[in-house]
């Protein structure tokens, strides 16, 4: 049995870029929970001036700096993607909401993590 507080814990974020802020987070929740899931945002966008990383290239970004600065959440942490809708936050809480559930509940991920 786990001695962490949680079972699972969500990070939601576009991570543009993944920065030192963010690793203390990820080291916070590595202490109270067995497993990281991180929803990336910009999943359904090219690479621009607006945008310059890809889902991909952040999902990198997150991984060197995870295995760098808190090695011990290596093979606890899952990665998925999530597509921005601009200026419409209800059509994107729509879509997240059902999929945080999915993923929570069924530990189910898409094929594009």
């Known amino acids: 049995m786990s001695k962490r507080k949680y079972s699972k814990v969500v990070f939601i974020g576009r991570f543009e870029p993944a920065h030192i802020g963010h690793m203390h987070v990820f080291r916070e929740a590595e202490k109270i929970a067995d497993e990281v899931i991180v929803l990336c945002g910009s999943r359904n966008r090219s690479r621009s001036i607006k945008n310059p990383w890809r889902f991909e290239d952040r ?11 808190i090695p011990n959440l290596k093979g606890r942490i899952r990665f998925a993607g999530l597509a921005d809708y601009s200026y419409n936050d209800q059509h994107w809480a729509s879509e997240v909401g059902p999929e945080v559930a999915r993923m929570l509940y069924t530990g189910k991920y898409r094929d594009w993590e």
Not at 59 to 69: N, V
């Open 59 to 69: 999902k990198i970004m997150l991984t060197l700096g995870i295995e760098e600065m």
